[in-house]
């Protein structure tokens, strides 16, 4: 599932039948996702943490005892800040910019980072890459490497 699929994403509480608003970003740390940002019809933010929903076909499903939390920002990141975040090999050559994370469904961990070369790169490509997040190495200062060797059979 790439992760641009939740944003506008229902919120729905299945005992109730009720929605309760939709996804408006994903909060990410180090590329897991910590939780989902949801935009409630009077226009208040909520947070739910990872652990207190499920991801359905076309809507996300609040697990039963969670709730809407106040969402305080500080410290965390957003997927809208993390797209287009550079991409750099182990010998520091650019090898593109992030275009999406893949989330597993069941775990809701992420898989792989999807890698855009360009608008033109991808279109000669014919699609976008994607890196398993076992090959990608995230230091301080939330640059994101790529092991040579472990990519060097990806091309």
């Given at each position: 599932?790439?992760?641009r699929s939740l944003?506008?994403?229902?919120i729905?509480?299945?005992?109730?039948?009720?929605?309760v608003g939709?996804?408006?970003?994903?909060?990410?740390?180090?590329?897991d996702?910590?939780?989902l940002?949801?935009?409630?019809e009077?226009?208040?933010?909520g947070?739910i943490?990872?652990?207190?929903f499920?991801i359905?076909?076309?809507?996300?499903l609040?697990n039963e005892?969670a709730?809407?939390?106040?969402?305080?920002?500080?410290?965390k990141?957003?997927?809208k800040?993390k797209?287009g975040e550079?991409i750099?090999?182990?010998?520091?050559?650019?090898?593109g910019?992030v275009s999406?994370?893949?989330?597993?469904?069941e775990t809701?961990?992420?898989i792989a980072?999807?890698?855009s070369?360009?608008?033109?790169?991808?279109?000669l490509?014919?699609?976008?890459?994607?890196?398993?997040?076992n090959?990608?190495?995230?230091d301080?200062s939330?640059m994101?490497?790529?092991?040579?060797?472990?990519?060097?059979g990806n091309?």
């Amino acid at each position: 599932l790439k992760a641009r699929s939740l944003l506008g994403m229902p919120i729905v509480v299945p005992a109730r039948g009720e929605i309760v608003g939709m996804v408006c970003d994903l909060v990410i740390e180090e590329f897991d996702l910590k939780g989902l940002l949801v935009e409630e019809e009077n226009g208040k933010v909520g947070f739910i943490e990872q652990e207190g929903f499920s991801i359905g076909e076309d809507a996300v499903l609040l697990n039963e005892g969670a709730g809407l939390k106040p969402y305080q920002g500080r410290g965390k990141s957003s997927y809208k800040d993390k797209m287009g975040e550079t991409i750099f090999d182990s010998d520091g050559r650019e090898i593109g910019r992030v275009s999406d994370l893949v989330i597993d469904e069941e775990t809701k961990g992420t898989i792989a980072v999807e890698i855009s070369g360009g608008v033109i790169q991808d279109f000669l490509a014919g699609r976008r890459e994607e890196i398993p997040m076992n090959s990608i190495r995230v230091d301080g200062s939330d640059m994101v490497v790529v092991e040579s060797e472990e990519r060097s059979g990806n091309g």
